[in-house]
């Protein structure tokens, strides 16, 4: 928990401390309702993944939209969903070692949830102790679309776990996890679509051994916000894992989305800054370094301030650089908007829910931390 | 606070959940006790940064080893120290804006507190705020001594400001804070001390401009773990601000450090990580990413593991380069050096301290998030 919090509920948002996580409310729910209009008429069921906001208070107003649960990362993200109101939880990712999979047979108990597998052994693993605890686990299997992360070889490696999954007495096999991670950053439309027919060509591959064994596949589940268009066309895939829609960061804010019927969200997520120092004409500092922004995917962007641009972070310091004629008097606050949202929300406790200039909520980053 | 904790006092290292960061303690202490020893002899006091680790016990280790007090960042870092019993908090940087400041004044009643100034306004609104509150606060001037971020130009703009302290009712110049932080990785053992012997020019250039007006000036103090022993060989520094000595990063492993009289400290910190998918002979993926370790100054490095390389970071994962005859099995724990230190520090809520193979304690990492 931080030290104190920089807002209370009716404050102006000028009042706001900082550095502060702040989550415009307006754009937020106008993203929620985009997605949705952008899927109109398409029967494909949207599992958002929670990995992005870590926050139950958000994941209910997915749910309360239409979504049919969320995605998690961890085990410990999935019980703090639980905890907070969330009764589906996939966990889009595999599970390995005692300690873990003891906590998420025990989760089994109390909600919806399902896991993913990318080996014999741990598909081994869940199975047994499943069966010690006499729960029936929904398994899918993950299978490597491309991003070269995890997942089984689509096709043979793949459908061999599948099997094994089908005939373990305490498992059943969910469905395929194909997520291509490496195609929502592809910044042209033409090349994400083509990494997403690739996707598909290795899920179909699957799907068909399957089929040839009558072993029921009942749910293809990926996609993310740079792609989930081509999944939700695709007819191979059933649920859309999209995160990063409800906040938008700058590396999302770099593709073009030209004809890939995937609309403009808006920037929801900022993070709040203070000019605090004006050592030079050309320069100024602000509070916000890299213990308040993530910078893997690049600096964060000044949003609403002309001429201002975010050139370099350290522990606890932006560094500006500020367009000649341009004022950025000490004590000015700025927004920023976060080069990547996941690990940006991860560094703070609470988002600071503002609308009309005003703080109208503080929603607990449940999750923040939950990396076990 | 994460959702559950990876270890239990007593628990064998093989049994701590993943990821976790671990503190060596047998390495940690031996680096306190280099640290000394470098400095025997020498009339200069240690001011260990806080920033680094956020942790009142290990902030009162340092102290019992003779450091004054620490340095900290941000007022609610402070707070953190003062709330776990440390007596003496230089905040090396500025604290703008009115809820922070009233928090600084709030905190100078109960411990003995510094901050720096470098901007007139600034130094206006802590005047009168100190005299609000009837209290007098220490100010030190920062200047600019090369690093390029905030700071006062040395010379006529910085004796300005000390100046404007001297002269304020309720403030008192403390003296100058100097460090040069763009120094502190420049890799060749000469570049970093002529970096140092730029910075202590600037200081000599203000210096001499207080002592003309008769402005005494206690203190200098400055200095990382990449250059501590020029500044302490300088006769301009008092104090000296180091904070990674006690864990060494991979960034700093990089420095040359010979002829530098700076010891090799050893990894003292760790981020233990699972192998939890091994899709290809020549790949694994290990459960920490992004949120487990900060790439900002490049990959974690695999510590006692050979022929196993951290290429690349997402979110929760990280792609493991494996050497062809290399066997890593799923599920196997391996320890990682975090690329840079501090911020990877305040991704996590504990400590897991470990000597001898078993967990001696948790430490809180109190300061974790507290970026106000």
């Known amino acids: ?20 996580l702040l989550l415009d409310l307006d754009a937020f729910e106008r993203n929620l309702k985009l997605l949705n209009e952008s899927l109109a008429g398409r029967k494909i069921n949207v599992r958002p993944h929670a990995k992005s906001h870590k ?23 999935a019980e703090a969903m639980v905890d907070g109101g969330v009764p589906d939880v996939l966990i889009a990712n595999e599970v390995v070692g005692a300690a873990k999979i003891k906590r998420l047979i025990a989760l089994a108990r109390r909600a919806k949830i399902a896991v993913c597998a990318d ?55 969910a469905g395929l996890q ?28 699957t799907t068909a051994l399957l089929e040839k ?11 993310g916000t740079g792609s989930y268009m081509f999944e939700a066309a695709s007819s191979v895939y059933h649920e859309l894992q999209t995160g990063s829609y409800i906040f938008m960061d700058v590396d999302y804010s770099k593709n073009d989305w030209t004809e ?25 500092i602000c ?17 609403d301030t002309q001429g201002v641009e975010y050139v370099k972070a350290s ?14 008097p000490l004590g000015t606050k700025l927004k920023l908007v976060p080069g990547h949202c996941d690990p940006t929300v991860n560094l703070y406790d609470h988002y600071v829910c503002v609308r009309g200039g005003k703080v109208e909520a503080l929603w607990p980053i449940a999750a923040r931390g939950a990396v076990l």
């Not at 729960?135 to 061999?160: T, W």
């Not at 009558?214 to 996609?223: D, K, M, N, Q, S």
């Open 213 to 223: 064994a009558g072993i029921p596949c009942e749910r293809v589940t990926g996609a």
């Open 287 to 303: 509070d916000a370094g890299l213990k308040a922004s993530s910078v893997d995917s690049g600096m964060p962007r000044v949003f």
């Open 119 to 173: 080996n014999a052994h741990n598909i081994s693993a869940l199975d047994a102790a499943a069966g010690a605890a006499g729960v029936r686990l929904d398994v899918l299997v993950e299978i490597n679309v491309g991003a070269n992360r995890c997942g089984a070889q689509p096709g043979e490696p793949a459908f061999r776990l599948a099997q094994q999954i089908h005939q373990s007495q305490n498992l059943r096999f």
């Open 55 to 77: 926050c139950p208070q958000i994941a209910k107003r997915q749910m309360a939209l239409g979504a049919v649960g969320v995605c998690c990362q961890k085990v410990s993200e």
């Open 1 to 20: 928990m931080a030290y104190y919090t920089p807002a209370q509920i009716g404050m102006l948002l000028a009042e706001v401390d900082t550095p502060a």
């Open 315 to 328: 522990d606890e310091h932006g560094v500006l650089k500020v367009d000649a004629g341009v004022s950025l």
């Open 178 to 205: 194909a997520y291509q991670g490496s195609a929502q950053h592809l910044r042209k439309t033409e090349e994400r679509r083509a990494a997403i027919e690739g996707a598909c060509d290795s899920v179909k591959r």
């Open 260 to 284: 890939s019927g995937i609309p403009r969200f808006e920037h929801s997520l900022f993070i709040w800054a203070t000019v605090m120092s004006t050592p030079a004409p050309d320069r100024a």
